[in-house]
């Protein structure tokens, strides 16, 4: 299985994007599956997660409430739908899977064996 993220651009603050994450092969076959994102000169920081077979989607502190995690089972894709952006939100954000979604590991990137290779979401102000 490869991950295939999609959807970065150049927004205005005030704008929106949404991420895709498609897994090629039939599913993602992992159970947790995330956001994350690493803007430059900072480290890696855990967005959002969802576990594949619950459902339950959980949110970075500054993603609530603007950030949605959505899938579309038929397309074995994730979406990152991101309103209201702000100018640290610029950063290139991956998705990534994980074989256990584990409530105490999901923010956590080494829960995660699988990455794709990023997109940029670049936010001016």
């Known amino acids: 299985v490869q991950l295939q993220a999609s959807g970065g651009g150049s927004v205005q603050a005030g704008g929106s994007l949404r991420l895709s994450c498609a897994a090629s092969?039939?599913?993602?076959?992992?159970?947790?599956v995330g956001w994350f994102r690493q803007a430059p000169g900072k480290e890696r920081e855990f967005v959002a997660a969802?576990?594949?077979?619950?459902?339950?989607?959980y949110y970075a502190d500054f993603a609530k409430g603007r950030f949605t995690m959505s899938r579309e089972n038929a397309k074995n894709t994730v979406y990152l739908q991101m309103n209201s952006l702000k100018p640290e939100d610029t950063a290139v954000y991956y998705c990534?899977?994980?074989?256990?979604?584990?409530?105490?590991?999901?923010?956590?990137?080494?829960?995660?064996?699988?990455w794709g290779q990023g997109t940029q979401v670049t936010v001016s102000s």
């Open positions: 092969g039939r599913t993602f076959r992992r159970d947790a």
């Open positions: 990534a899977a994980g074989p256990r979604f584990l409530y105490s590991e999901y923010m956590k990137g080494d829960n995660y064996d699988l």
């Open positions: 969802t576990s594949w077979s619950d459902g339950g989607t």
